[in-house]
C-alpha cells in the first residue's frame, strides 16, 4: 500500500513548537491588546510566528520601494522575499489572520479585521506572495553594481495603488498604525490556508 504523504504548516518538534507558539501569542497578543485599548499602536512590529495571511479591498500608499530579501520564516531559516517599504498608507478592510494548530483542541484561525480605514506610517513587510491588481505612479528600477544582494536593485514609486490583495508575509512593521472598528476574533477551522504551496488549488 502506498503511504499516504501529509503537509504539515508551522509543526515542528515539540520544544521549537512551544517556543514558536508562545512567540507568537506574544506578539499576536501586543498587537490585539494595543489596538483593543486605544485602536492605535506605535512602532509594532509583527513576525516570528510563520506565515500569516493580509487580505484588503484597496491600498494608498507613497514613497513605495520594493527590494529582495531572505528571512526566516515558520519552518525555514532562510526563504526568498520581497521586502516592500510604503511612508504613509491607506487601506480599505483590511484583515490579517493567522492559523495554527493547538494541543488538544486542533486548527484555531485568528482574525483582526477594520472595519473602517487603517492608516499606517512607515510600513514595511516581507512578502513570500502578492495577489492583487498593482499600479504605480513614477515607477523606476534601478541596479547598483555590488555583490550585496539586498542592495543590488530596487524598485521604487512615488505612489502605489493595491486592489483586491491577498499577501502571504512572516514580517510587518509599523511605526504608528491606527484601525477604525477593529474586531478581533478566533474560530476552529478544519486545516490552515495551503495558498503558499505549489499544488493546493489556491
Do not use: C
Amino acid at each position: 500500500m502506498k503511504k499516504e504523504k501529509k503537509i504539515i504548516v508551522g509543526k515542528t518538534m515539540k520544544k521549537k513548537f512551544f517556543i514558536a507558539m508562545m512567540t507568537g501569542f506574544l506578539a499576536f497578543g501586543s498587537l490585539i491588546a494595543a489596538l483593543g485599548f486605544s485602536g492605535t499602536a506605535f512602532a509594532l512590529p509583527l513576525g516570528g510566528i510563520g506565515d500569516f495571511y493580509v487580505e484588503f479591498d484597496e491600498l494608498k500608499g507613497t514613497n513605495f520601494q520594493l527590494l529582495p530579501h531572505v528571512g526566516e520564516t515558520g519552518n525555514s531559516d532562510a526563504e526568498p522575499m520581497v521586502r516592500n517599504k510604503m511612508d504613509e498608507v491607506v487601506i480599505t478592510n483590511l484583515h490579517i489572520y493567522k492559523d495554527l494548530e493547538l494541543p488538544g483542541i486542533g486548527w484555531v484561525r485568528f482574525h483582526i479585521r477594520s472595519t473602517g480605514p487603517t492608516n499606517i506610517t512607515g510600513l514595511i513587510h516581507d512578502a513570500r506572495l502578492i495577489e492583487a491588481d498593482l499600479s504605480f505612479n513614477e515607477l523606476a528600477i534601478q541596479e547598483k553594481n555590488t555583490d550585496e544582494f539586498s542592495q543590488n536593485w530596487s524598485q521604487n514609486a512615488a505612489t502605489i495603488n493595491i486592489k483586491d490583495a491577498k499577501i502571504v508575509t512572516d514580517y510587518l512593521f509599523q511605526s504608528v498604525v491606527s484601525l477604525e472598528g477593529a474586531k478581533i476574533s478566533a474560530e476552529r477551522i478544519d486545516g490552515p490556508d495551503m495558498t503558499t504551496f505549489p499544488g493546493s488549488g489556491k
